[in-house]
T-cell receptor, first 114, second 113 residues
Framework: AQSVTQPDIHITVSEGASLELRCNYS??????LFWYVQSPGQGLQLLLK??????LVQGIKGFEAEFKRSQSSFNLRKPSVHWSDAAEYFC????????????FGQGTTLQVKP | KAGVTQTPRYLIKTRGQQVTLSCSPI?????VSWYQQTPGQGLQFLFE???????NKGNFPGRFSGRQFSNSRSEMNVSTLELGDSALYLC????????????FGPGTRLTVL
């Protein structure tokens, strides 16, 4: 079955500390992986994506993620968190251009302490 | 380039009514997908339209339907509303080629009383 698991529902970090959000996926075909961020009452903004090639991908706002096929993981990282990073983060997996269907994880809410 | 727009942004309806939500994709994007977001179920795929045809469908009852017009704009309709239909409905558009990277609109917040 196709699924995405984000083990951490809620994470709190201090401003300036590093961050890692975990994502594990199950997908039969070659996965296309995404991280989205959602601020309260807003839509989803794409942070970064992995399709192929270099397994370490860079995104917007200083985020990066590493694809590890052997662990079926696509964890999101940021070296130094800013208060404005407080939001909900979603990992998603999808297929090729023949499907617009994305499967999302349950999301991780990030709280940033001053 | 303008992003994905959704109208209306907020809706309040009563049980048994029907509702139509609208989505205008990014110019040039031919695929439009719809998602329902609730606190309990998270983000769930409703359906996708491509070139005016439904290409993929999620696991929702037939009360949920949609369509796409020749200009790629899409509407979704929910008939006989239930309390459980209260949710944020998100629309996403994509070029529908290769990676199928999707861009999301701000959503329509539907409240069913």
């Amino acid at each position: 079955a196709q699924s995405v698991t984000q083990p951490d529902i809620h994470i709190t970090v201090s401003e300036g500390a590093s961050l890692e959000l975990r994502c594990n996926y199950s997908y039969g075909a070659t996965p296309y992986l995404f991280w989205y961020v959602q601020s309260p009452g807003q839509g989803l903004q794409l942070l970064l994506k992995y399709f192929s090639g270099d397994t370490l991908v860079q995104g917007i706002k200083g985020f990066e993620a590493e694809f590890k096929r052997s662990q079926s993981s696509f964890n999101l990282r940021k070296p130094s968190v800013h208060w404005s990073d407080a939001a909900e983060y979603f990992c998603a997996v999808g297929g090729s251009g023949n499907t617009g269907k994305l499967i999302f994880g349950q999301g991780t809410t990030l709280q940033v302490k001053p | 380039k303008a992003g994905v727009t959704q109208t209306p942004r907020y809706l309040i309806k009563t049980r048994g009514q029907q509702v139509t939500l609208s989505c205008s994709p990014i110019s040039g994007h031919r695929s439009v997908s719809w998602y329902q977001q609730t606190p309990g179920q998270g983000l769930q795929f409703l359906f996708e339209y491509f070139s005016e045809t439904q290409r993929n469908k999620g696991n929702f009852p037939g009360r949920f339907s949609g369509r796409q017009f020749s200009n790629s704009r899409s509407e979704m309709n929910v008939s006989t509303l239930e309390l459980g239909d209260s949710a944020l409905y998100l629309c996403a558009s994509s070029l529908a080629t290769g990676s199928n990277e999707q861009f999301f609109g701000p959503g329509t917040r539907l409240t069913v009383l």
